[in-house]
């Protein structure tokens, strides 16, 4: 059995890292002028919705509208936005939720959108001056239905900084196989006659990245990753480890919702993977040898690890990479019970 998962997994390995490996650096096409909106939904984000604005007003590309949907916030996020200086400068709409949740938020900037192409951000994420013109750029030269943005993590919280890497991996590596597997709603792009074709599962808490994804493939639509520098955005790591768990169980969530074999499939082979580490830790106090198992998936994570931090940068927090490599399976069991508990967006 042991040998069967790791054969399973090592080829799952491989298969992300020449995928990884075959993405070609894109450029970006500074003679594009296409009108854009950037959706996004908000709630009680008052701590990082200043920085976000700033960066929405520092965009060099100018000839993009830019509309929040508030969420029902309890702080001073609306107060926020509407003395931020992209308001006033009338590139900003701000609307009120019609109803509860991320999605039907989402759904409603979109549907008040004035224009054809969409991107998605998110509040709590730092955004490049060029985002919106390299995603706009790789949009338009793919002819992808759907493109999704590089995402990476802040250096100041290091051990999550490492684990995720690996989802920055796989989600680069199997999109470049034609296969997407994940995505991130901090930083997409598509269209907003094709969002209208695709079904989000609105009833479900989480997901309306994955979901949009699941439904683009079921669609035979094509997706793109856009492995653009300049095209880059960072997100903060959680400030508690009660935050952290929290914000992995609500992603785990949508899980038992997937129709899409591949995603399936390869969840329940991480899965089954991380469960098999957590047994040869207990056997091992009986029979040491096992361990031999444990570097084994080390030397095998680093097949992707490596790559991708060469790719955004990362390769300073490869130092934590044997610490995560013990606590991760421990972590992603608990995640897994976590996320059977009911889930919220937002508090």
Request: glycine share 4%; proline share 3%.
């Amino acid at each position: 059995m042991i040998i069967l998962v790791f054969a399973l997994y090592l080829s799952f390995i491989i298969y992300i890292t020449i995928g990884l490996l075959r993405l070609p650096k894109e450029k970006t096409l500074a003679c594009c002028n296409e009108k854009v909106t950037v959706v996004m939904a908000v709630k009680n984000e008052s701590k990082s919705i200043k920085n976000c604005l700033n960066d929405f007003l520092n965009q060099t590309y100018k000839n993009v509208e830019f509309i929040i949907v508030d969420d029902n916030s309890t702080d001073e996020t609306a107060s926020f936005v509407l003395s931020s200086d992209l308001f006033r400068a009338g590139r900003l709409r701000l609307l009120h939720a019609e109803s509860n949740g991320k999605k039907l938020a989402i759904k409603q900037a979109i549907s008040e959108a004035n224009t054809e192409i969409i991107l998605t951000a998110d509040a709590d994420v730092s955004y490049s001056r060029t985002w919106v013109e390299a995603m706009v750029s790789s949009y338009l030269q793919s002819g992808a239905n759907l493109v999704i943005g590089p995402v990476k993590m802040s250096r100041e919280y290091p051990l999550q900084c490492m684990e995720y890497l690996s989802i920055m991996g796989i989600t680069a590596g199997s999109a470049g196989n034609k296969n997407p597997l994940m995505c991130n709603a901090c930083s997409m792009a598509f269209s907003k006659e094709w969002y209208n074709k695709c079904d989000v599962q609105l009833s479900v808490p989480s997901g309306d990245d994955m979901f949009l994804l699941e439904s683009t493939k079921k669609l035979d639509g094509t997706v793109h990753f856009c492995n653009s520098g300049e095209a880059e955005v960072t997100i903060k790591g959680s400030d508690s480890i009660k935050e952290f768990f929290c914000q992995r169980a609500r992603w785990t969530s949508k899980a038992p919702h997937y129709t899409d074999l591949s995603i399936i499939a390869s969840g329940v082979l991480v899965f089954a993977m991380q469960c098999l580490m957590i047994g040869i830790y207990i056997m091992s106090f009986w029979s040491p040898i096992l361990l031999v198992w444990v570097a084994a998936k080390y030397i095998i994570d680093m097949l992707i690890l490596l790559p991708t931090a060469i790719r955004f940068k990362k390769t300073s927090v490869l130092v934590y990479s044997p610490l995560v490599a013990l606590y991760y399976p421990i972590y992603v069991a608990l995640t897994a019970i976590l996320s059977l508990l009911p889930v919220k967006w937002k508090n």
